[in-house]
Each structure stands twice: as C-alpha cells, then as structure tokens.
C-alpha cells in the first residue's frame, strides 16, 4: 500500500445520514483526516492545458458527465438527463470582484476511471474530480467532488439548469419543478415531475440554496444554486460532493426516500471510487496489451480498450443486460448524448477488437443483447434506444433501418469462435444464428444471389442521385458472412449448410470480380442498379472486403494506389468518397469527410495486401487522435479538407476507438487465430524504426499468451511466452518462414525504410508525404511517393545486412543517420517520385 495523494486523502465524504429522516437535522460536516491509505487508481494518464471549447466525457454503466474543458457539464443517470451548465463563481473576503471559475480552468486530467478539472486562480485551486462508478448502486450512475485549497475564505455559488428528460426518444415533462428540502447543515434539492412516479435529489453537503423564488413572485426562469461558505481555516480538509440520485416509483419519490437513497451513496463514495479504479487496472492488465519502442501508441492502443469499456451501459428494469454505446458528446438543448443508445452495426465492427484483446464476456453479451431483438425473419437490429421499452420502438423507422447487421453479426459470431473456442455458444444460439443467414440469402431483388439494400440502407443514408440498389460494402459483407456461416455451420456439425454457404462465398467471391471491377477505371464500382450498371464512384467501400482476411479482391492494386494518395488520404485519415466525384463535399456526413472507421478498414486492407507503408501512416493516424479532442477517445468524423472534427461529431465514438486496436492486431502484428486446432498464426509488418514488439495476454481459447518479436540480424523471431504456450502451434504467412525449437524465423530484406507519424496543426491541409506503393524484390525495393513540389522528406532507414553496398536512385541515403532524404520536383500541389534501393 501506498501513501496517499493530498487529492486523494480527502475521499472521507461528509456524512448524509440524517437525510434519511428528513426534515430531521442534518448533522454538520466533520472534518475529513489528512490522509489514508489506497491503492493507486489507473495507470494511464493523459494531462494537458486545459482548452474550454473541446469536450470530456466521463461515462460508465449507468450515468455520464458530459461536458466542456472549463469544467461546465450536463449529467445523466441513465436515461435520464439530471441537469446541464454546471458552473462556479467565487466571492472572497476582502475581494470584491466576484470570479467566474469556469474561466479559470487550468489543466484537466484524464485517467481510466477519473477526471480532473484543476482551476487555478492567486486566490484559491478547486479541482473538479468526475467518475462514473463501474457498480453503481440503484439510482445513481455519476459522481464529483471538490476539493477547494484556498488563502482568503470563500463563497462558492454551484449554478446549474435542472433538466429532468428522458433520452430520446421518450417523452419528457416541460420542464421540473425543484423543492429544497431542509436539514439541519443546508439540505437537498427535489425535481419533481407532473406526476410522482419520477424525481431527482441534488445533493452539495453543507450547501444552502440560492435563489428560491417565493409562491407569490410572478413565474421566472431562474437557475438552481448551491451556495457553499468555505474557511480555509476549517474546511481544507473537506471534500464537497455533488450526489445525484434518481427515483422511478411513487414510493421511491418521496423526499424521504430520496433522502435514504443519497445518503446510501454518500456511504458508498469513497468505495465506489476506489473500485472503480481497481476495475480498470484489473481490465488493462488481463487483456491484450502492447510493448513497443513507440510508448505514444501503445498509450493510445490501451485508451482505445478503456474507451470501449467505457461504452459499455447496463440495461433494462433491472440492469440486467450489457450492452455497448455507439457513443457520447453533450447534448446541448436535446435529449440526445451523442449516439448514447444501442447499435448493431457500431458494436459489431468493435467486436473484433473485443475479441482481439480478449473480452469474450463483453462479446457474449453484446451479442446476445443483439440475438434477443432479433426480428422473427432473422434480421439484426440497427439501432434500439435506451428508452426504446418506454415508446412503441418497433413501430418507428429506426430498429431496422439498415441492412447490414445481420451479415455483420455472423461475421462477429465466428470472430468470436476463432478466438475463444466456444463452440457452446454457437450451439446454444444456433437457432437464432441459422434465422440471420436464412434472412440474408432470401433477400435478393434482383436474382444475382448477393444480399441487396431492399431491406435497409447498406452503409450510406444519402447518395447522390439516388439511394444505391446494391452496394459493394454490403455485397463484401454478404460473402464474407457466408464463409462465417460456413464455420459455424462447420462447427455446430450442419455439414450440408456448410457446403452450401461455402459455395455461396465462392460464388459471390467471382461476382465481385464480374460485376463490380471496372477495368477501364482500374477500381471497383460503389454500387450496381437493377439494370446491372454501376454507379462508377470511386470510394474506400470496397476496403471492407479484406477484414475477415477470407476475401481478396484480385485487381485492387489500382485502388490501393489511390486509397495511398492525397486523393483518398488526408494527413488525418480517408475520405470515404473521391474529390473527383462531382457531389464531393467535404464536410458533408457520407460524401467526402474523414471517418476513423473508413481510415481503420483502408489500414487493415493495405496490411493485408502488402502496403505496410500505408497501413502503418493510417493506422497511427487514428492512434493519434487519442490526444485531439476527447482526450482518451476518438472521434467520429472530421472535415476532408482541413484538420477538423465536426461540430456535431460524437467526440468519444466506439468504434473510432476500436479502429485503433484492430488494424493493429491484425493488420500491424498479422495475428490470426484457430482455436479449435489451437493455432496462432503471426505475419508481422513490424515498422523498420522498430526493433522488437512484445504483444501481452493475447487470448487464445481459455489461453492467454505473449508474443515475442525481435529483430536478429536479417530475420525476424516470433516466439510464444506464458502458461499454455506450449499447446499452441505457431505458424506465419510470411514466405520463407521456418521454425527452430519452436521459435519462428522469418526472414528480412536486406534495407527496409519505415515512415514517421503525427498530426498535423488545427486547420491545416494536408502536406505529408503519402506512399502509393511499395513493392519488396529479393535485391530491391520499389516505392513509388507522392508529396507536395519541391518539398523535402525522408523516411527511416534500416540495414539489417550492414555488408550490403546500397545503391539509392531518387533518395539520399544517410546510412549512419538511419534515414532516406527525398526531394520532390517543381509543380503544383502534389507530385509523385520513384525511389528504388537496391544491393
């Protein structure tokens, strides 16, 4: 045990008590002792200046603050919004200026399981400390408190609007009607509804109301206040909390009930604190984690796990169910978080990182979650409210807006079974699973045998002229969903189905090559009509084709060019649609902005078609959004011109984070599973800047292992660590591979040059070098680069034969710097140039 931070030491939270009898007297707040013992929350840790007009958001199972860097935020325990703009001002002795303290924030602090607002003014430092509890108790979901230091004493005013609205899309009163309940050290504050099934209590211990407006004064709008007196002399040891509690019955209602429930989680605070912590140091530490010389990205490749985490949300009457967010951001005048309710398609593609860093319990329940909604046709939801139970939800237009869960689902489901094993977890949802292949495979308009965007929008939800028929991304889906089926089926012991969903994929397989490759274009079409033709668009859609790693697209080296160019890639991800398209637009929602999710399936794609350059440029790129906004997540969508998220993208997005993790595991290190046969497969593509990676916990059945990578000389070493290694066979992909006393050996080219990363400044355009192509000989290699006129670059260099005599045509070699210096010809915008070494 360790001794406690200043911070810390005062998590002994004044005593709510005798709120249970209210309006007995509330006893006054003790004084809390100077420090006690504890164990060090999280070990992440993200610290920076604090910048008023980008968000934080803290979120856990049942509540989020979500709110702004000067400190101000809303709060919610789900689903309902308690309250919006809390903000502070102080007054101080002998100092007649009153001080807006919101204006003062400093510096925030972002951990795993809290979040810190320090404001700093000559006078005083508050810090605002956030957390939603991993157990909350009934009725409460997110918690602060204060700590004030301060020289003259204070009086801080809390001001805020009460809210009381349920999340879309259940209705909500007009507005509340507060009642301060008196106790003897101040009292609490009473939202009450029109009718006395719903109420919310407030609660700063020790804290007076400010302005009550009498019955007889005319109706106004005023704010709600906590008016709390502060005495360094007496109080610098104290910890002031905000409670918040919620109350969903007639009896639960009542200001004495309300009263009970507070002081429940006054007496729990410093315990939810403390296990909150430990819940997410026992998280980071039994699933994947990375070691690598890069210590930024292996940072953000563990935010991108915290982050999902932090997105998982307990449902129904009695939180029975788990089940993950798409996202949050405040809602401003809304009842909308964000995307803060249940979608299949988001948790879906994040299921892969789930899988990949081990979280079997999570994908079991997410995909239940997903199975229980399930139509009686076998389709897969799109998206479900959490007040969905509140409203008729089925008779909207949104549960079943989209098409492309259902093959998504299957693709999880198998993802799953690859990793884990669990063949009983197919065997019990057969039933369910079988009814989503069913309902793919007969919902075909046109009778080419490929799944269609008859039932639901397929990935776009507006195109230019018209909605797509059939599009690539969907038909990509639809095969690889197939080949999914097929192992399941496989597994399950349904031979027959078996055979036929492989067949299925093989022929789907040649009909993407037949129907959607343009061979004059050299790119595969976005989308075919009923008529046959094709909306020749060109897209990263077809990026998605390459994510099961069952599926390769046989003419795509055109493509991948251009994916690689300042066509497609900007310095902060891929733009899902060409600037070359006449409705290009670059700040629109499907044609033309930047999506992590796009720049995540363009990185895994380029893995695995050999343009590691690329992959590696793209997927740092997204790791590097950790630190651009929300600080810990990723965002959900930026501008395709200028380095900008949108004012509306959802700053904490799930599967922005998880498009850290996959491209990573299975693109960057090439990990591949067969748990059945109890075999890893690794075909790294490891940086040349770097000379070892070590990947920690990697699941494999009831396993959990470490992969060991090092560089040797001209060859690269893969070998397995940890219990139950021994059982595993470990094979690669990569050609020459060889293995000695069970180590792999895999061997390297003579010169490798590796590419740098970072964002570029707000508001920039792009100006990194892009690399088009890459193509590896055994006496040379071949890249072909593109970067702004006249502009000089480089790249990393790496002799892993130092016999070698290196010929360089088109860079500058500077052997002992460990870099390649390139220089671009005159012209305008971007221009390529050939760089060839060869030994």
Not at 274 to 289: D, I, M, P, V
Not at 528 to 542: C, L
Not at 615 to 628: E, V
Not at 677 to 694: F, G, N, R, Y
Request: charged share 20%; with cysteine; glycine share 8%.
């Amino acid at each position: 045990m360790k001794s406690a931070s200043p911070l810390l030491a005062l998590l002994l939270i004044p005593c709510l008590a005798a709120l249970a009898q209210t309006p007995a007297p509330l006893p006054d707040l003790p004084t809390a002792p100077d420090q006690f013992a504890f164990e060090e929350s999280a070990p992440l840790k993200i610290v920076r200046e604090a910048i008023p007009a980008k968000p934080f958001t803290v979120a856990g199972p049942r509540g989020a603050l979500l709110g702004q860097q000067d400190g101000s935020f809303e709060a919610w325990i789900f689903p309902w919004k308690i309250l919006s703009n809390l903000r502070l001002t102080a007054e101080m002795k002998d100092y007649p200026v009153p001080i807006a303290v919101n204006e003062q924030a400093a510096s925030i602090e972002v951990r795993p399981d809290h979040t810190t607002i320090t404001f700093a003014h000559a006078n005083f430092t508050i810090r605002e400390v956030m957390f939603a509890p991993h157990n909350p108790p009934d009725g409460a979901g997110a918690l602060a408190f204060f700590q004030v230091e301060a020289v003259r004493p204070l009086t801080l005013t809390f001001q805020f609007v009460p809210e009381m609205k349920r999340m879309w899309p259940a209705l909500s009163d007009d507005r509340p009607s507060p009642e301060w309940v008196k106790t003897a050290s101040g009292g609490f504050y009473v939202l009450h509804l029109n009718f006395p099934d719903h109420a919310a209590a407030i609660a700063i211990p020790g804290a007076q109301p400010g302005i009550l407006a009498p019955y007889q004064e005319r109706p106004q709008t005023n704010p709600l206040q906590f008016v709390l007196h502060f005495d360094p002399a007496q109080d610098s040891h104290k910890l002031f909390p905000l409670l918040l509690a919620t109350a969903d019955t007639v009896a639960d209602s009542t200001s004495a009930a309300l009263a009970r429930n507070l002081t429940g989680i006054e007496r729990s605070f410093r315990t939810l604190y403390e296990e909150t912590g430990a819940y997410f140091r026992n998280s980071l530490s039994q699933h994947l984690t990375i070691q690598t010389p890069d210590h930024g990205f292996d940072e953000a490749f563990a935010w991108a796990q915290v982050s999902i985490d932090q997105l998982k949300v307990q449902t129904g009457p009695l939180h029975q169910e788990t089940a993950l967010v798409a996202g949050f951001y405040g809602s401003g005048d809304s009842a909308r978080p964000g995307f803060g309710w249940f979608f299949g398609r988001d948790s879906l593609w994040t299921l892969y990182a789930v899988n990949s860093y081990g979280d079997f319990q999570l994908t079991r329940d997410q995909l239940e979650f997903l199975l229980r909604r399930q139509s009686p046709e076998g389709k897969i939801i799109h998206e479900w409210a959490q007040t969905a139970d509140l409203v008729d939800w089925k008779s909207l237009p949104y549960p079943f807006a989209s098409s492309d869960a259902t093959p998504l689902l299957l693709m999880a489901a198998n993802d799953y079974f690859q990793i884990s094993g669990d063949g009983a977890f197919l065997n019990q949802h057969w039933d369910a699973l079988e009814r989503a292949w069913n309902f793919e495979r007969s919902h075909d308009t046109d009778g080419d045998g490929i799944y269609d965007n008859s039932e639901g929008s397929g990935w776009v939800e507006s195109w230019v002229p018209k909605m797509p028929h059939q599009e690539i991304y969907l038909a990509a889906l639809d095969q690889q969903a197939s080949s999914a089926f097929a192992a399941i089926a496989k597994a399950t012991g349904h031979t027959p189905m078996a055979s036929a969903a492989r067949e299925r994929a093989d022929r789907i397989a040649r009909l993407l090559e037949q129907e959607y490759f343009l061979p004059d274009a050299d790119f595969y079409a976005f989308s075919r009509n009923p008529d046959g033709t094709a909306d020749p668009s060109p897209t990263i859609y077809p990026a998605v084709a390459a994510w099961d790693g069952t599926l390769h697209l046989s003419h795509s080296a055109g493509m991948l060019d251009r994916w690689a160019s300042r066509e497609f890639s900007t310095d902060w991800g891929t733009r899902d649609l060409s600037p070359t398209v006449g409705f290009y637009d670059p700040i629109s929602y499907h044609q033309g902005s930047v999506w992590p999710l796009f720049t995540g399936w363009v990185s895994l794609s380029e893995y695995r078609n050999g343009r590691s350059l690329s992959g590696f440029a793209h997927l740092m790129q997204n790791a590097d959004l950790t630190w651009a906004q929300d600080l810990g997540g990723v965002t959900e969508l930026l501008s395709g011109e200028f380095f900008r998220w949108f004012g509306r993208s959802t700053s904490h997005q799930l599967w922005s984070s998880a498009m850290v993790v996959t491209p990573a595991v299975r693109g960057l290190f090439g990990l591949e599973w067969n748990a059945g046969e109890s075999k890893l497969i690794v075909t790294p593509s490891l940086p040349a800047q770097w000379d070892q990676a070590t990947i920690s916990g990697v699941p494999i059945g009831q396993a959990r292992v470490a992969v060991e990578i090092r560089r040797v000389g001209s060859a690269l070493t893969v070998r397995l660590r940890g219990d139950g290694s021994n059982s595993i066979t470990l094979e690669s992909r990569a050609a020459g591979a060889n293995k000695e006393k069970g180590e792999l050996r895999l061997p390297l080219p003579a010169a490798e040059v590796g590419i740098g990363h970072g964002l570029p400044d707000a508001g920039a355009v792009s100006s990194q070098m892009k690399v088009l192509d890459q193509k590896q000989l055994p006496r040379s290699l071949q890249l072909r680069l593109s970067a702004p006129a006249n502009s000089k670059q480089f790249l990393f260099l790496r002799l892993n034969d130092p016999k070698i005599h290196l010929r360089s045509d088109g860079a500058e070699v500077s052997a002992d710097a460990g870099q390649l210096h390139i220089e671009f010809p005159p012209g305008t915008g971007y221009v390529e140039k050939a760089v060839t070494l060869s030994w």
